[in-house]
Structure formats: C-alpha cells, structure tokens
C-alpha cells in the first residue's frame, strides 16, 4: 500500500492522467472514517480506478522476485561447481579447503557487520534495474524504488538479500562436499613449516568445539599430530565430519542468523508515509480544513448541515437501488466509494419494497439509495427510507440524482440535507 500511494502521489506531481479525478476524489474522501494515511491509502485506490498502476507495480515486484530467485539458483549452482572442482584430487589438504569454502564468506560477512555498525547510507540502485521501460510510468517507477532506497529499511533489505545469496552458495558446498565424501575416498592431511603438531592440535581444537556439541565427529590431539604430511585413510572419515561441521557452523549456521536478523528488523522498519510533504499536507488541509473567525467580528453563522462519515469498512454485501423510478444513467452507482454495488433495480411499487426488505432481513447489507435532488422529500419517500433504513443491518447511503436538471434547486437539496441528517443517514451529492 504504501508503494502504492507514493506511486499515485510522483504521478500526480508529474501531471500523469489517471481514470479518476484526484480532486474529486478527494473531496468525496472528506466525509468518510478513517485515519489520514488510511484515508490517503484509500484515495490511491481510488484515482487508480482500473488497477492499472497497481497491476504495473505488482508486475515489477514480481520480476524483482523472479530476478532475485534466479540469481539464488546461480549462487547455489556456482557453489557446487567451485566446490566439485577444488576437491577432484583425493588427497586434500584440510586446511586449505576450508579456508577456499569459508574464506570469502567470512570476509563478506565482517564487511557486511562493519558496514552495520558504521551505518553506511546503501547506494543509490541503478536506474536500468528497475524501469521495465522508458515512458513516463517507468521513469516514475524508477523514481519510486531510488527514494525507497534511501530510507532505512532499505540496508535491512539489501542484508536479508546478500545472506540470501551467500546461504545459497554455501547450500550448493555443503551438498557439494557432503556427495563427493559419500561417494569417493578421500585422505586430509595438514602442513606447516613454522607450526608444529601441538599448535595444530589446539587449533583444532577450538575448531572443532562447537561441531562436536552439534554431535559431528572430531580428530583427536593423537589424529592432528599423525596427519602432519601423512595421510591415514583410518582417519579420513572423522577429518570429513569436521569439515562439514565446521561448513556448517561457521558459514551456515552465521549467514542463518545474520539473514533472519535482517528479515526481523526489516518488518519492524515498515515504511510509511511522509505527511510532512507537502502533497500531503494539502490534501490533509482539505480534510480538515475550518474557517476561523477574528474576535472582533465574529458572528454566529447557520449550523450547517454535514453528512455523517461513511464507513467503508462495513461487512457484508452492498446493493444499490433507486426509488420511484430508473434513472437516465442506468450505471449510476459504479466506482460510489470505490467499491461495488450489487444493482437491485427500481422500488417503483410498494411490493417491490416488501421484496427487498424481506432480502435486507437475511443478510448484513449496505444500501445506497438513489434519490432525486430536485424532488421534495415527501411523506412517502421518507417512510420508505425510514423502512430501508431499519431493515439495512450496515446502514444506508443517500446518493443524490440529478439527472442531468439545468438548474439545481439548493432550496430543496437544503430540505435534503435538513432531514437527512435529522435521521443521521449519510448522503453524497
């Protein structure tokens, strides 16, 4: 939703044409419950009547996820190969292989912690990554991912990605070296010329701690010592369950925790929008908007008639219906609040108001009511909303009709208004 909103507000900014009018929108938004960013959240629902913007959005997310999704496969596939190369000989020393599969990772992983602890700004992302194309739409779009990029939940996203990648890499060495000490003979052995076996054997040891609690196998001080420049193929198994061990613990396992950290604090870091804009703060002073007077010439002034708030939130079905008779635009009640009214037709009978509230009296309905501004509100119009009333569990709407009049007679619309909000029905004009 929020990508959303943004999105409507850079095109409105940038004059884009959209199938409703924002401004229309807007005022219709005055009356209705809500708090600001829901109403603002709502009000983009609206202006992108037909989705279109929406179904765009949706797409480019998708092809991000795609893009990412194929790149895990590339890491992983990159892992398993690099790994299946470095291990054809058979004899192996132990050390360099571990430090070929864990190196790299190590090192990405304290950069990626300095970078978290020195609380670099992430760079801006390329333009090409996210236009899907060159008109207006896109380089909006494109607008849109650059200032999100810049907020702070970005690095925890940019995180949870690059964990991603690399727990994808070591997926695909862990396989790599878990399939090739299932089905080939390997031996491990170790050499140094400035350490001897007792410097190993400690080493090995601090090593070797965590995989053993995790209940991998573990050379002793007595295998350490005899691998010096010496193979023992009596010992290649135990020096096999290290080397997944510590694959696992010291590469896997870290990345785990770091990814699941990022995708943690990226869910508390939800964006939202600036009100401070001043997009923003002129569409709330519209909602808000009060005349006050100075003491020196106040004057008290009519009390004006206004509409109470509509919940759009209301459950159940909607159903529009017109009393009297069918209006000259038969598809008057389209897109009314943004949302979709089920057409009962006309309540041009006395039966065909028995019918429909026999229907209101089974089910939860909202019900918008068309009705003829320029007709008085007579005695049976009102007993009829009166009924409608009180059969509609969620409440009706009043919708003005005008049907195309030339003149709008405010007299009678001021009738509307008196005893519509004497009954505390709410009504759009």
Known sequence: MYLHTEFIRLLEQRGHIFPSDPNSITELLRHTDGDIRSKLHRRAQLIDRDQQLANRLTTHQ??????????????????????????????????????????????????????????????????????????????????????????????WTRGAMSHRLALCGLGGMFAAVLLLLIVRQYQFNWESTLLNGNHFAQIIAVLAWLPSKLGFAVPTDDMVRAAQNAYHAEHAATWGSLLLGSLLCYGCLPRLLAWAICVYQRRQKQPEIDLNLPYYQNISQKWQQKIVDDASDYRADDIPHIAPKISLDAQGARWAIVLDAPPKNPQWFEQILGQDWVNKGVLAERGDVAILLDELAQQSVQLLVGVRAHHVPDRGVMRTLTKLAQAAQAGIVVQFLHDDVDAINMEIVVQWREILSQHGWAWLE
């Open 62 to 155: 998708r092809r991000l996820h795609f893009m990412l999704t194929a790149a895990s496969v590339i890491w992983f596939v990159f892992g398993f190969i690099g790994t299946y190369g470095m291990m054809q000989q058979d004899s192996l020393n132990f050390f360099l292989i571990l430090f070929a599969v864990l190196g790299i990772n190590t090192l990405m992983l304290i950069v990626w912690l300095l970078g978290l602890c020195l609380n670099k700004t992430p760079n801006m992302p390329h333009a090409a990554l996210f236009s899907g194309s060159r008109d207006s739409i896109g380089q909006t779009l494109t607008e849109l991912y650059t200032q999100a990029a810049m907020q702070p939940r970005a690095k």
